[in-house]
Each structure stands twice: as structure tokens, then as C-alpha cells.
């Protein structure tokens, strides 16, 4: 009843409503929302994928628009779009967790971590502590995504694939040679690119130098968390899973992907070799995330 009143008041007077709010305490849900933001629903998934998410710019991958455009391109009337909107989600929050992990977490935990070195467990400062118990909590968290992420990597791309073989212009899919996945390495994008197209690979590549540098300046596992003795032997494994991450993420994103700003119109072939090459990235990363889900949660456990 005080809720229906105050709604009535806020469409009446908009300044007195606020306050009104303010005094009453009227939980959020019970308010409307505005009404001057257009929210027009977006029928093109490429303009969808144009509008970088509203995170922190240091994390929102904004320069993966520019590729996922072109691959909309080209599995556009060939391929179910909610398929490659599930691609294209699972692959921009894979990249925003690695950029978080790079560019944030793992820096902060070095930092923290580099203040307690050598000091008992009686004098460690309660803050400090406590920002690394939440950095490795926040590690565990980001680990279970990433291999929920690759999952459903690993269940889109085989249908997007039988989608491909059932609509190949040119060549069977059936007919591909896949023996070599690992190839991709070697292979760089091919030119006459646009300019815009190249300015998002510069910005790509500088993003996943700035990962390399980072997990190169980490601190080992094994030398951060010396005093803890019943889970030094899981702790190899987890820079381990560190060190596989940031190889397998600059695969993809400045190798795989980038393929597609320049794949012909017909190439299925190459098309086929990029997506095993994304799948086969994808099911490491799954495993060796999954597999350290555990050892994280019974360290950020034992480090109270």
C-alpha cells in the first residue's frame, strides 16, 4: 500500500520521489525503470557483437568486435545464429577472464604475497592476508567459468561443423585434412586487411604481450605458499594450468581467430582447420581447469 503511493508520487513529482525514497527505504524492485533509455531489442547479431559489454575497458575485449564481425560474415545463411552467438559469448568471456587473471589478479597476489615472504603466520598483517585469501578465491572462480566456457565450446563447435559439411560450396568437409591441427602456430593472418581490421590486431597483440609479461613476472605457486605444506604438491600443477592458459589463449586470439578477418567466402577447409583448432584448445582448457578447481579451493582454505 505505501509502495503504490510513493510509485504514484514519482510519476507526479520525479525530485520529490527521490526523496521520498531515500526516507521510506522502499526496496529497489518495487520502482520502476526508466523510462527515457531506449531499449529497442537488437535484431542484427553483428551490430550485437559491435557493442563491447559494459565492463572495466581494461577487460571488455572491444578489439574482438572487429573479428567477430567477419566471422558472422561468413557463416551468415549457413549456420544457426544462436549458435554462433554461443560462440562468439563462450570466446569474448574466455577473453575477459583471461584478461582479469592477467591484468589484475594475478599482479595483485604477487604484490600482496611479495609483503608476507618469510614472515611466520602469527605476524602477517590481517588485510593483507586477507586480499590474497579473495585474489585465490577470485582464481578458483575464474577457473570453474573458464572450463564452463570451453564446454560449451566443445558442444557448439561440432554442430556449427556437421553445419558446414551439410552446406560446403567446395569441398566435403568430410575430405578435409585435419591431420595437422597443430599447424596453426605456424600460420599468420594474410594481408590486405582494412585498416580497422588491423588496428584491432595491434591492440589484440599488444593485449596478449601484456598477458606473457604478466604470467612471466608471477610468482611460482610453490615459492609463494612455502608454508603450506599439505598443498605444495598441487601447487606445480596450478602454475602449471597458469603457464597452459596464457599459451592456449594467445593461440586463439592471436592466431585461430584472426583467420577469419581474411578466410574467403568459400574457404570451408581452413574454416574447418580453425574451428578443430579452437575445439582442441578448448577441451585442454576444460580439463586443466577443471582439474584444479579442487587444489585452489583447499588452498584459499588453509590460507587463513
Known amino acids: 500500500m505505501h509502495t503504490q503511493d510513493t510509485i504514484?508520487?514519482?510519476?507526479?513529482?520525479?525530485?520529490?520521489?527521490?526523496?521520498?525514497?531515500?526516507t521510506c527505504n522502499i526496496p529497489t524492485t518495487a520502482i520502476d525503470p526508466p523510462t527515457g533509455i531506449d531499449i529497442t531489442p537488437i535484431d542484427?547479431?553483428?551490430?550485437?557483437?559491435?557493442?563491447?559489454?559494459?565492463?572495466?575497458?581494461?577487460?571488455?575485449?572491444?578489439?574482438?568486435?572487429?573479428i567477430f564481425e567477419s566471422a558472422?560474415?561468413?557463416?551468415?545463411?549457413?549456420?544457426?545464429?544462436?549458435?554462433?552467438?554461443?560462440?562468439?559469448?563462450?570466446?569474448?568471456?574466455?577473453?575477459?577472464?583471461?584478461a582479469k587473471l592477467y591484468q589484475n589478479i594475478?599482479?595483485?597476489?604477487?604484490?600482496?604475497?611479495s609483503q608476507q615472504t618469510g614472515q611466520a603466520v602469527q605476524e602477517r598483517d590481517v588485510l593483507t592476508t586477507f586480499c590474497i585469501w579473495d585474489q585465490l578465491q577470485a582464481i578458483e572462480s575464474l577457473f570453474e567459468r573458464i572450463a564452463s566456457l570451453c564446454h560449451l565450446l566443445n558442444t557448439t563447435i561440432p554442430t556449427i561443423l556437421h553445419t558446414l559439411e551439410n552446406t560446403?560450396?567446395?569441398?566435403?568437409?568430410?575430405?578435409?585434412?585435419?591431420?595437422?591441427?597443430?599447424?596453426?602456430?605456424?600460420?599468420?593472418?594474410?594481408?590486405?586487411?582494412?585498416?580497422?581490421?588491423?588496428?584491432?590486431l595491434a591492440q589484440m597483440n599488444e593485449r596478449l604481450r601484456i598477458w606473457q609479461q604478466s604470467n612471466a613476472?608471477?610468482?611460482?605457486?610453490?615459492?609463494?605458499?612455502?608454508d603450506l605444506q599439505t598443498v605444495t604438491p598441487t601447487l606445480t600443477e596450478t602454475d602449471t594450468a597458469f603457464d597452459l592458459l596464457q599459451r592456449h589463449t594467445s593461440a586463439?586470439?592471436?592466431k585461430i581467430l584472426p583467420h577469419f578477418l581474411s578466410l574467403a567466402a568459400t574457404d570451408d577447409e581452413t574454416a574447418t582447420i580453425l574451428l578443430l583448432d579452437?575445439?582442441?584448445?578448448?577441451?585442454?582448457?576444460?580439463?586443466?581447469?577443471?582439474?584444479?578447481?579442487?587444489?585452489?579451493?583447499?588452498?584459499?582454505?588453509?590460507?587463513?
Not at 280 to 292: G, R
Request: net charge negative.
Open 252 to 254: 586463439i586470439f592471436g
Open 8 to 22: 504514484s508520487t514519482t510519476l507526479q513529482a520525479p525530485t520529490d520521489a527521490i526523496a521520498s525514497i531515500a
Open 106 to 113: 594475478l599482479p595483485d597476489l604477487t604484490a600482496n604475497t
Open 44 to 66: 542484427n547479431l553483428a551490430t550485437a557483437w559491435s557493442i563491447p559489454a559494459p565492463q572495466d575497458q581494461s577487460t571488455d575485449g572491444a578489439e574482438l568486435a572487429i
Open 168 to 200: 560446403c560450396w567446395l569441398v566435403p568437409a568430410t575430405k578435409v585434412q585435419i591431420s595437422q591441427p597443430a599447424q596453426e602456430d605456424n600460420r599468420q593472418p594474410q594481408e590486405h586487411l582494412t585498416t580497422t581490421q588491423e588496428i584491432a
Open 278 to 304: 579452437l575445439m582442441e584448445k578448448a577441451d585442454e582448457l576444460q580439463f586443466y581447469m577443471s582439474t584444479q578447481l579442487e587444489p585452489l579451493y583447499l588452498l584459499f582454505q588453509e590460507y587463513v
Open 72 to 98: 558472422y560474415t561468413y557463416f551468415h545463411g549457413r549456420v544457426d545464429p544462436n549458435d554462433i552467438q554461443a560462440l562468439t559469448f563462450c570466446l569474448r568471456h574466455l577473453f575477459c577472464c583471461s
Open 217 to 226: 613476472q608471477r610468482l611460482i605457486f610453490v615459492r609463494q605458499f612455502t
